[in-house]
């Protein structure tokens, strides 16, 4: 990437351009799920605090959790639909917007049910983040790109988790947990604000050249077809290339919301840890879960390299070798040590954004531009089912049996939701792209 060009236009005049724009869009897009993901994990760092402070036992605490999940998970396909039809700027903005204020209201709450209902809210505006990653992949980037992209892309929903810690902390030190709730607000409008004013789509984009439009059309992809909500449902569901994106995405989403939700907690409750500790400590699956993003779509060109695989092919082999590492997650139950458990668990970061990243190049691999972002929302609501469901688990039985038994359990989902990848997407044959 390079600094902006003057180019001549028809008129005789000449406009700024940037080169390699499409990249720039994705930073900037990455920026916003990196405070999507801080406003989104204020509550798990501050979950200890919450609970002496409003007086919230560990079940209460799961339906916090669950509200959240419960909304991400029935608006994705909404949120997606939306996108798909009044364009990625207007959609991703309203629901960017109503996150972000959601949060600093969180700063009046009293009592755990009116955190439940916030989240609900905050969970139903940021629902949009998953749909408008595919949409983003779609429409800035041609086929052969669209891997190393999704990984790039998925760096930004990691980071923020990954920044979480110790931004909460800092704010929390300085103005208290309701002040730290503000703050990571205020954040997020600064964001809508950006977004705002430099995000266009390739076609009206005032500084991308023309080079590079033709660059990212060169796959001649139809127009998109904008159909009605549950149209545009009952057509994807007849596909059976969803099945095979959408149950492994349902067996990977338990491990995430455990890392984002509770292993503040069980760090607390199982080796004594206190916020400070949690802040030095808590970021690092998460900085282990970007590695793995950005690792993920360079993974792909390596087995296409040293195996011939086709592109899509090597998309699944990449998500099956996250499945792989995944296992990690189950040795936690074997270990006492802190310091260990925390390098397992982030063994765990690391293979779960490879799985995640995949999932959502497969979704543009497999989809036409008019259903990326409903598909890939759909995707996210199977996801999140199996997210909601989990945590209530864990709030039903953690202070019973513990979490070991759950992290064994999260170290095979993946497996299984490999084989299905394996039956419903892999190519048969392998020829190259």
Wanted: some cysteine.
């Amino acid at each position: 990437m390079s600094q902006g060009v003057n180019e001549p236009l028809a008129t005789g005049k000449t406009r700024r351009v940037v080169k390699n724009l499409r990249w720039w869009v994705l930073v900037l897009f990455l920026m916003g799920v990196t405070v999507n993901y801080i406003t989104r994990n204020s509550l798990g760092i501050l979950a200890p605090e919450l609970k002496e402070s409003l007086g919230i036992t560990t079940e209460q605490y799961s339906w916090i959790v669950g509200a959240f999940q419960l909304a991400y998970t029935v608006f994705q396909p909404i949120c997606g639909w939306l996108i798909d039809v009044i364009g990625l700027k207007v959609g991703f903005l309203i629901c960017a917007s109503i996150w972000a204020l959601t949060c600093i209201f969180h700063a009046g709450a009293g009592s755990w049910l009116q955190l439940a209902l916030l989240r609900f809210v905050m969970g139903g505006a940021e629902a949009a983040a998953t749909p408008a990653n595919a949409k983003t992949l779609g429409e800035w980037f041609p086929k052969k790109e669209r891997p190393v992209a999704a990984g790039w892309a998925g760096v930004g929903f990691s980071i923020g988790a990954m920044l979480a810690p110790p931004i909460i902390y800092f704010a929390h030190a300085s103005f208290g947990w309701q002040g730290a709730f503000m703050f990571t607000g205020v954040l997020a409008l600064l964001w809508v604000l950006l977004w705002w004013l430099f995000y266009h789509n390739p076609e009206k984009h005032p500084n991308l050249s023309k080079d590079e439009l033709v660059y990212i059309q060169q796959d001649n992809e139809p127009p998109a077809v904008k159909l009605p909500f549950f149209t545009a449902l009952k057509t994807v569901g007849k596909n059976r290339r969803f099945y095979g994106i959408a149950i492994p995405a349902f067996m990977a989403e338990p491990a995430w919301a455990v890392m984002s939700f509770w292993v503040p907690l069980y760090l607390a409750k199982e080796h004594g840890m206190d916020l400070k500790q949690i802040a030095m400590f808590a970021w690092l699956p998460f900085l282990a879960a970007d590695l793995g993003s950005v690792a993920s779509g360079y993974l792909t060109r390596l087995y296409t390299r040293l195996f011939g695989c086709s592109r899509v092919n090597s998309v699944v082999a990449s998500s099956v070798t996250g499945a792989f590492l995944m296992v990690s997650l189950a040795i936690v139950a074997l270990t006492r040590d802190p310091y260990i458990t925390i390098i397992l668990i982030s063994i765990g970061g690391f293979g779960h954004q490879i799985i995640s990243c995949m999932l959502s190049a497969l979704v543009v691999e497999s989809f036409d531009k008019g259903q990326m972002a409903t598909v890939n929302g759909m995707r996210g609501s199977c996801a999140w089912i199996a997210s909601f469901l989990f945590s209530l688990l864990i709030g039903v039985t953690a202070d019973k049996i513990g979490f070991n038994p759950l992290f064994i359990a999260m170290g095979f989902f993946d497996l299984i939701g490999a084989f299905f990848l394996v039956v419903f997407i892999a190519e048969r044959r392998a020829r190259r792209a």
